[in-house]
């Protein structure tokens, strides 16, 4: 049993802090850091939706090209 103790306390693992650790990492309570972090994940959201309505326009522009030439032809 004592090995296994042993081996717990040895073994490395990942040390996981919640958000309230966030203000002693930017100082004395500053919530800048929060609010750039903050400000960051809704950046990346909204670059992530730019992106998909881009895709979704360039497939519907695809659709309308081919439909467009199968009327040409006809």
């Keep these: 049993m004592q090995f296994f103790v042993?081996?717990?306390f040895l073994v490395p693992l990942p040390a996981f802090a919640h958000w309230g650790h966030l203000p002693e990492?930017?100082?004395?309570?500053?919530w800048i850091g929060m609010a750039a972090a903050a400000a960051a994940a809704a950046a990346a959201a909204a670059a992530w939706g730019v992106r998909e309505n881009s895709e979704?326009?360039?497939?519907?522009?695809e659709v309308s090209e081919e439909t467009e030439e199968e009327l040409q032809e006809a």
Excluded: C, N, P, T
């Design 6 to 8: 042993i081996l717990f």
């Design 25 to 30: 990492l930017a100082g004395h309570s500053h």
């Design 56 to 61: 979704e326009l360039s497939k519907d522009e």
